[in-house]
C-alpha cells in the first residue's frame, strides 16, 4: 500500500514543502527512511514504532520504507515524527483519508505525545504560501503558528486525540488567528536610563544611535558606565513593525529560542556575545545551519563588550553584514543567507590596563602598548561605525545630584518622533531610518549648504575621512537634523555629526 502526507522542514530560517511517501511491502520486517535524513529523522522510526505501540494501534509486519521528498534536499530535525505516523497509519489502512489541503508537523514522543519543534512559524507562512488550508502542529506552537492570517492552525496534544478527529469522532477547534500577540508587549525592561548618573554627552549620542540606527562605539575607563549604557539602548528603540515582528519571530524559532510563555517576539532584541564566540558562534552556520548572533540581533542590538579582547577573525566576519544586512554563511553543502540588519554598540577600554586618561594616573601603559592594544581593532571595522564616543570617569557630584536624569520613556519619545520624520521620507522603500539610506539617498535628502559644504570640506581633508565615512557623518547629521525637526542640515547639526567621528579618544 502507498500513502503520501504533506509536511514541512527548514532550512536556514525559510520553509519548504516535503512529501511523506511511504509503502508496505511483503517481505522481511523492516523500517527504512531515505531522502537525506539525519541523525534525527532516522531516530523517528524507534519514536513511531513506539507512539503506535502506546497508542494501541498495529505496527505493521512488513518492509516499510518512508521517502522524505525531494530527496536531494538534506532533512534535519525531529518535525517529521508526526506526518511519519500518519503516512505509516494510512498505508496499514488504519486510517481512511486526511483532510484535503493539510499539512502536519510535530515531534512525537514515545507515549505519543506530540512536542514543541523549531521553525513552526516560517512553516505556517510556507505552507500559507502553498495554498495549504490546514496546519496542525504540537499544542505548544499553536500560538506561534496563528499569526498567519487565512490558516486554520490546530493544536494537536496527542496522537490519539487527532486520529480521533481525523475519524470524525473528536472535534479539534482552530486556534483563531490573533494579531494582538503581536501587539501586546507592554514594557517588559527592568533597565531605566535614568538609573545612568552624568554622562550627558554619551546619553545624548545614545539618543542619537537610537534615533538613526546608527552604530556606536563606547570608549572610557572601568566603572563609567558603558554596558549600562548600552544594555539600556533598547529601550528607547521604537517599537517593531508587524512586519520586523514577524521577522524576528521567525529567527528565533529556528533557533528554538522563544520563551515558553511568550511565543511571539514584539521586543528589540539584544544579544551580548562572550569575547570567547567562535567566527561560526556570531555569523551562523554548522552542519544543519543555524542562525547566529548577529542574525540573532536582527532587528535589534548587537553589543560587543570588551571590543579587543575579540579574536580579529570574529571581528572582520562584522564588516560585510554591517554593509550589506545579510549573512551569506557557504558551506559544503550549499550556500545559506541570513537576515543580519542589527545595530552594533561596542564598548572597550582606552588601553590595555583600562585606566589611561583616568585621574586616578593608575594606567601602567606605554604609547607603544596603548597602540598596539588599539590596533586590535581594524580601520574598516572603524570606519563602519559611526559615532565613536568617549566616556570619562563619573564625577562624585553627579552621583550624589538628587535630580533624577531623563528616563528612558522621555528620551523615546523624541527617538519615536524623529522615527516618524523618517517614516515619511522613506515611505514606499524598505529603508526604515537615516544609518541603512543607499548612497542616491544620501545625496537626496543630506544636501548641503554652503557654509556646511565648507566645513565638511575642512573636516574631511583635516581628519582624512573615508568615502564611507563621508556618508556616514551626513547619516548622522541628518538624524540629529530630524530630533530638532529641522527640514535641512544646519551647521550646528553637522559639527556636532563630525565631533562623533573624532578617533583621537582611541590614542588616549
Known amino acids: 500500500m502507498y500513502s503520501c502526507v504533506k509536511s514541512y522542514g527548514i532550512n536556514g530560517i525559510d520553509a519548504y514543502a516535503v512529501t511523506v511517501e511511504t509503502t508496505l511491502s511483503r517481505s522481511i520486517p523492516s523500517f527504512d527512511v531515505v531522502g537525506l535524513p539525519d541523525a534525527a529523522v532516522k531516530e523517528s522510526r524507534s519514536r513511531v514504532q513506539s507512539a503506535l505501540v502506546h497508542a494501541g494501534y498495529e505496527l505493521p509486519v512488513a518492509k516499510i520504507t518512508v521517502n522524505l521528498a525531494p530527496a536531494s534536499q538534506k532533512k534535519s530535525g525531529p518535525a517529521f515524527d508526526l506526518p511519519i505516523f500518519l503516512a505509516v497509519m494510512l498505508a496499514s489502512q488504519q486510517l481512511e483519508a486526511l483532510p484535503e489541503k493539510s499539512a502536519f508537523v510535530g515531534e512525537l514522543g514515545l507515549s505519543g505525545q506530540l512536542r514543541p519543534i523549531n521553525g513552526v512559524l516560517s512553516m505556517a507562512i510556507q505552507a500559507k504560501s502553498d495554498g495549504i488550508l490546514r496546519l496542525y502542529v504540537p499544542e505548544a506552537n499553536a500560538k506561534e503558528a496563528s499569526i498567519v492570517d487565512g490558516l486554520e492552525v490546530y493544536p494537536v496534544s496527542d496522537i490519539e486525540q487527532l486520529c480521533r478527529c481525523l475519524c470524525g469522532q473528536q472535534e479539534i477547534a482552530p486556534l483563531p488567528f ?61 517599537k517593531l513593525s508587524f512586519e520586523e515582528a514577524i521577522q524576528t519571530t521567525r529567527i528565533y524559532s529556528v533557533a528554538g529560542m522563544l520563551p515558553p510563555d511568550h511565543p511571539i517576539m514584539n521586543t528589540r532584541p539584544f544579544r551580548s556575545p562572550h569575547h ?15 542562525p547566529g548572533e548577529i542574525s540573532l540581533a536582527h532587528n535589534g542590538v548587537l553589543f560587543l563588550d570588551e571590543l579587543p579582547e575579540f579574536h580579529r577573525d570574529v571581528l572582520e566576519a562584522l564588516r560585510q553584514p554591517l554593509e550589506d544586512g545579510i549573512v551569506t554563511v557557504a558551506r559544503a553543502g550549499g550556500t545559506l543567507r541570513l537576515p543580519a540588519q542589527f545595530q552594533l554598540v561596542c564598548a572597550m577600554n582606552p588601553c590595555k590596563c583600562g585606566w589611561r586618561g ?21 580601520g574598516p571595522l572603524l570606519d563602519r561605525i559611526d559615532l565613536h564616543v568617549n566616556v570619562p570617569s563619573v564625577e562624585y557630584e553627579a552621583m550624589r545630584r538628587k535630580s533624577k536624569p531623563e528616563s528612558s520613556a522621555q528620551v523615546k519619545e523624541r527617538v519615536d518622533a524623529a522615527r516618524a520624520i523618517q517614516s515619511r521620507r522613506f515611505e514606499g522603500t524598505d529603508i ?18 554652503s557654509r556646511c559644504d565648507a566645513l565638511m570640506k575642512s573636516a574631511f581633508e583635516r581628519m582624512g575621512l573615508t568615502a564611507r565615512s563621508h556618508d556616514r557623518v551626513l547619516r548622522v547629521a541628518r538624524t540629529i537634523a530630524d530630533l530638532d525637526g529641522a527640514e535641512h542640515i544646519g551647521v550646528e547639526h553637522l559639527s556636532e555629526a563630525i565631533q562623533y567621528r573624532n578617533t583621537d579618544i582611541l590614542k588616549g
Request: net charge neutral.
Open 358 to 378: 583616568h585621574p586616578s594616573g593608575k594606567c601602567t601603559c606605554s604609547d607603544k602598548e596603548v597602540e598596539k592594544y588599539v590596533q586590535k581593532i581594524s
Open 432 to 449: 526604515p531610518c537615516n544609518a541603512q539610506m543607499t548612497p542616491p539617498m544620501v545625496g537626496r535628502f543630506c544636501e548641503l549648504d
Open 276 to 290: 570567547t564566540v567562535s567566527p561560526a558562534g556570531l555569523t551562523g552556520g554548522g552542519s544543519s545551519p543555524v
Open 178 to 238: 490573533d494579531p494582538m500577540l503581536l501587539l501586546d508587549s507592554g514594557n517588559r525592561f527592568t533597565e531605566d536610563l535614568c538609573e545612568v548618573r552624568g554622562q550627558g554627552f554619551a546619553k545624548r549620542a545614545l539618543e542619537i544611535a537610537a534615533a538613526g540606527g546608527h552604530n556606536l562605539l563606547l570608549i572610557g575607563p572601568p566603572g563609567t558606565g558603558k554596558s549600562m549604557l548600552a544594555k539600556r539602548l533598547p529601550t528607547i528603540l521604537p
